[in-house]
């Protein structure tokens, strides 16, 4: 009874973390799903760079001359073509004008779209430079990329908040459930296993994994899309910690009744899916009425999502996010306080 | 400690019946008690699970509550092994109640309850190691291992194991304290005859090292082979206790004679009486069983009272009588009502 592999929290926890690791659905539902989503929802919301506007000369007299002036220059991609095939670009969008030489310079084009009117503007520019306009009141632009508020900003760290309440309370609900069912918690009753360790142990291999599934969104993030960390990593690490010990309180006070997978499953759902739509991890929850805004910030999931997003997009300190950490807190002490007085062992 | 048999002073009742009951006195003054509980009660809503039930078990011995399923045999041991609250009566075990010593009681019992699942993707001795860290006294797997003849698949996955491999193993996980007492619950259902011979030949060997065993069987077999004394349960009520072969010789005759008529004729009870060697007379669903105290009387007679008749017999089986007939000739009804 020395050494510490021997003491019941350390072999209760390495079961359950052994028995994780050996699902390599649950692999990839906690480790790699989140990383995919973050991909894709990257990807389809990035900022692009600027695209050149897409401009057709019509061959005729002069279109050669035209061409060369519009190939120089910038933001202008134009390609020669005879008229009828010009035009049928022109009505599918493929070209955004025609532009015809001449003595005097035809642009043919849409006004109501917006590229049409954005092409009218470059091609005339670019032309009237390239026969010598001078700008009388010089204009220099500066490109501007924010980094911090992007969409892929906005989204990973409300993906890391969403990713410790699934897999607390999936981890610890399902888990506990499971063996009730398979009457695996009533054997343990029977021996000495003192039930504050069998509690302890959750927590114990929770706190495990929480690193893993933390860091690999937040490393993905940081690496792929250069979404900053801009608070200390000890905050970001304890905001994490308090959510995970949040929601395995929550998860707790869900499973501490239901008797079937079935039934601790429907009531998963119904705790979190309207956290997941009401806390803003896919869109700012400022587009709900004004009404249920204080509704929808005291949710657990609001509140880790903020914080986290505070100290890692704004580099919030202890001080900055403290009543975001007092709603977690109150939720998971009052779940955990309310789940060991209904828990049924058996 | 002394002799000092009783922590529940009240218990001094005792069936009626059964030449058991002339000893018991005599061994329980010099025997130590194992498990004590008087008029045992379970009542969920209308069912009478367990309905007062009383139990001596001594330490060293094997007690079997042998009954068909649904009898209260589960609940039962599980109220003794602290698991359910029993309405009614306090239950001591190894002297203690568990209301003060649950801590010291749960270290000095083993278990093994019906249909426990393990985890399925943890291996035997990961299982066994973890069930062995709740436990204050080191302890030795390869023993265990080796107890129940699990070594070879102490690297599998519980999933990979047969019926008679997680049975083993659930038996394994409630020796691995080396317990004062063993408590089983239906240990060998749905066996096949081997993993079932191997199971009882583990609990012999715990027996031999001076544990005492409490289990549930359906298996009237089983208890033979194993009980040093049998509590036939039905209705949650114990309908007859005692050792395999008082109960047995309680029917007043070693062989049983079964048979049917293929006619509907009918040969009355006092014909059948008269047979020689006959004992008891049963019918069941147009079939009659004969206990006989002498049956290579018995059956000449039976057939020279059919030839005189001209009936016909469509069977016709004997056998040693068993606790099933014990059981039959008490309810009426079969152990396993298939």
């Known amino acids: 009874m020395s050494r510490i592999s021997d003491h019941p929290i350390f072999q209760l926890a390495l079961c359950r973390v052994k028995e994780f690791l050996r699902e390599p659905e649950a692999v990839f539902w906690v480790f790699v799903f989140p990383v995919l989503l973050a991909l894709a929802l990257g990807f389809a919301f990035s900022n692009r760079a600027p695209e050149a506007v897409r401009v057709a000369v019509e061959r005729g007299p002069g279109s050669s001359e035209l061409e060369a002036m519009l190939r120089s220059a910038s933001e202008v991609e134009v390609q020669a073509l005879d008229a009828e095939d010009a035009y049928d670009l022109l009505r599918s969008g493929r070209v955004a004008l025609v532009a015809r030489a001449g003595d005097t310079v035809e642009f043919r084009f849409d006004p109501a779209r917006s590229e049409g009117r954005l092409a009218r503007l470059v091609v005339g520019d670019a032309l009237q430079k390239a026969v010598g306009r001078e700008d009388v009141w010089e204009v ?36 506990i459930v499971r063996k009730r069912s398979d009457r695996l918690m009533k054997r343990l009753l029977a021996s000495p296993m003192r039930k504050s360790h069998y509690l302890l142990s959750h927590a114990v291999s929770r706190v495990f994994f929480l690193w893993f599934e933390v860091g690999v969104v937040l490393a993905f993030g940081y690496f792929a899309f250069g979404v900053p960390i801009r608070g200390s990593l000890l905050l970001l690490a304890f905001v994490a910690l308090l959510g995970a010990m949040t929601f395995s309180g929550i998860g707790l006070l869900v ?31 400022s587009n709900f009425p004004e009404v249920v805004q204080p509704m929808i910030a005291s949710l657990p999931l609001t509140a880790l999502r903020d914080a986290l997003r505070a100290v890692m997009l704004e580099g919030a300190t202890m001080a900055g996010i403290g009543s975001m950490l007092v709603i977690m807190a109150l939720w998971g002490v009052g779940s955990f306080g309310v789940a060991l007085k209904v828990f049924r062992w058996e | ?19 058991y009951s002339t000893w018991v006195p005599l061994i329980a003054r010099m025997r130590k008690l194992a498990i004590e509980c008087t008029a045992l009660k379970k009542h969920y809503g209308s069912v009478k699970a367990v309905d007062g039930l009383d139990l001596q078990v001594f330490v060293g011995e094997c007690f079997g509550m042998l009954g068909p399923n649904g009898a209260g045999k589960t609940t039962a041991i599980e109220m003794i092994q602290g698991l359910i609250q029993p309405d009614a009566s306090e239950v001591c075990v190894l002297e203690r109640s568990w209301r003060r010593n649950e801590r010291e009681l749960r270290r000095r019992i083993g278990t093994q309850l019906q249909e426990t699942k393990f985890a399925e993707k943890l291996t035997v001795s990961e299982t066994l190691r973890l069930f062995g860290s709740f436990y204050r006294k080191a302890f030795l797997l390869e023993k265990v291992l080796d107890t129940v003849q699990l070594q070879e698949k102490r690297d599998s996955w519980v999933s990979k194991l047969s019926g008679g491999q997680k049975q083993r193993l659930s038996v394994a996980c409630a020796l691995i304290c080396e317990p004062d007492l063993l408590f089983l619950d239906e240990p060998t259902t749905g066996l096949d005859p081997q993993s079932r011979r191997q199971l009882w030949d583990t609990i012999r060997d715990f027996r031999r090292s001076g544990g005492t065993v409490m289990l549930t069987t359906h298996y009237m077999e089983e208890a033979e082979q194993l009980c040093d004394r049998v509590a036939i349960v039905d209705h949650g009520q114990i309908i007859a206790l005692g050792s395999p072969r008082d109960l047995v010789a309680s029917l007043g005759a070693e062989d049983v004679v079964e048979f049917g008529f293929e006619e509907d004729a009918t040969v009355s009870d006092e014909e059948l009486q008269a047979l020689p060697g006959v ?9 009659v069983r004969l206990t006989a105290r002498r049956v290579h ?4 007679a039976l057939m020279t009272l059919v030839e005189e008749r001209g009936l016909t017999l469509n069977e016709l089986v004997t056998h040693r009588a068993s606790l099933e007939d014990v059981f039959l000739s008490l309810t009426g009804r079969h152990l396993r009502d298939e």
């Open chain 1, 140 to 175: 220099r632009a500066i490109p501007v990329t924010d980094v911090g508020s992007r969409y892929i900003d906005f989204l990973i760290p409300g993906l890391i908040g969403m990713n410790i309440m699934s897999t607390a309370m999936w981890g610890i609900g399902f888990r």
């Open chain 1, 255 to 285: 499973a501490s009744r239901a008797k079937t997978i079935e039934g601790v499953s429907g009531l998963m759902n119904f705790v979190m899916i309207p956290m997941w739509v009401c806390s803003g991890v896919f869109f700012a929850y």
């Open chain 2, 1 to 19: 400690m002394g002799w000092n048999v009783c922590c529940c002073p009240h218990m001094r009742q005792w069936l009626p019946g059964l030449a």
């Open chain 2, 279 to 287: 004992a008891g007379i049963g019918r069941e669903d147009g079939r």
């Open chain 2, 297 to 300: 009387q018995t059956v000449p």
